[in-house]
């Protein structure tokens, strides 16, 4: 891919208006940009085929692209990251946008989930697409696990945590699991487990499997390692990624293919396959990112783009995301500052609750 950087450096001051306006144009009404149009609103005065010149070059440079022979011109993929990363002009939340969201953060009884639940609504109606909120991991520190067996092939690991919150997870242990096996499990857990988050533990335990490993039982050890594959993935469960605002992308989408496309999208979404991506798209940088199209995997089938953002807890650590995806063509200057008022809201406001 051409890097856009030095095209914009070398363009003239009327060609980098031109492409300027083209976009703002396709942005503002999701139609081509016709030369004739762009002649009433040039600062400086050119005829349509002066114009039509300068789209062509654009067109060259791979800027711009005419979906019909005919008609005016789209920004394609480069023109629209081109644009973002150097033309883009951020605008502040407007009032009622901020009253909007600050109204869903209101109630001070709401648990974290439907306050998250709330935003992502409210973010879904404001911005007309589709809203993202990844909740936070529980970082509270462990104080007791516990092993129950439910069934040869069942079993029951109880987390109890130093906010008072308990979770049960059901999964399958090793074969030939005993009572005593358990609890010898469960007695080395506890031993490393005081004080530290899940998170914690994980890499904690690895590393004393390996330097004590004639000191735990070969079944404990199992199911102490089968317990670690569950708590890895438990990321994935449904609480985590919250997504709003699926009929608002099918209203904009223009034919049978494209609602298809987003389908398949919100299809991944609901399976979480790419939660983890998603997290790591926020933690590669501080602040608002935007991908474009195919730039991210995930949305590269469904000609989205995704404005997103990480939120953090009082030590500045990240701990969750909150995004809007919608057409290439979103309002980016409106909705940038709105995703970014809206992370640090929340990650204040979770910060608080002591559930970060």
């Not at 144009?25 to 999701?30: A, I, K, P, Q």
């Not at 979770?167 to 399958?172: K, P």
């Not at 396959?273 to 991210?296: K, M, Y």
């Not at 980016?332 to 910060?351: C, K």
Request: aromatic share 4%; no cysteine.
């Amino acid at each position: 891919m051409t890097n856009p950087q030095p095209i914009l450096t070398d363009m003239n001051d009327r060609t980098r208006e031109v492409f300027r306006r083209v976009v703002e144009g396709y942005l503002t009404s999701g139609e081509p940009v016709g030369s004739r149009t762009l002649t009433r609103t040039l600062s400086e005065k050119v005829s349509a085929a002066t114009v039509r010149n300068v789209m062509q070059d654009l067109e060259y440079l791979g800027l711009l692209d005419s979906p019909h022979v005919s008609a005016g011109r789209v920004p394609t993929q480069l023109g629209l990251r081109m644009f973002v990363d150097s033309l883009l002009e951020v605008g502040t939340v407007a009032p009622e946008d901020q009253e909007r969201i600050d109204a869903t953060l209101l109630p001070s009884d709401q648990d974290v989930t439907s306050l998250l639940d709330d935003v992502g609504a409210a973010l879904s109606v404001i911005t007309r697409g589709a809203s993202v909120v990844l909740a936070p991991k529980r970082e509270a520190p462990i104080r007791h696990i516990e092993f129950v067996s439910l069934a040869p092939d069942r079993a029951l690991v109880v987390l109890v945590f130093a906010d008072g919150q308990v979770e049960n997870r059901i999964f399958s242990p090793p074969p030939g699991q005993t009572p005593s096996s358990m609890r010898e499990a469960a007695n080395f857990l506890n031993a490393l487990a005081e004080g530290r988050t899940l998170s914690e533990l994980r890499s904690n335990v690895t590393n004393e499997i390996t330097n004590r490993r004639q000191e735990i039982d070969v079944l404990a050890r199992q199911l102490v390692e089968s317990g670690l594959a569950l708590w890895e993935n438990a990321g994935k469960s449904s609480e985590r990624l919250i997504v709003r605002g699926r009929g608002n992308l099918i209203e904009e989408a223009a034919n049978a293919a494209e609602i298809e496309r987003i389908r398949v999208l919100f299809d991944d979404l609901e399976r979480k396959r790419d939660i983890a991506e998603f997290l790591n798209l926020a933690e590669t940088g501080d602040g608002v990112r935007i991908f474009i199209g195919s730039e991210n995997k995930l949305f590269s089938l469904s000609g989205s783009s995704l404005v997103v953002s990480p939120y953090m807890n009082a030590d500045r650590k990240i701990i969750g995301a909150v995004g809007v995806i919608g057409p290439t063509r979103l309002n980016y200057g409106r909705i940038v500052p709105i995703v970014d008022y809206t992370a640090q809201l929340v990650g204040r406001l979770v910060s608080d609750r002591g559930k970060g």
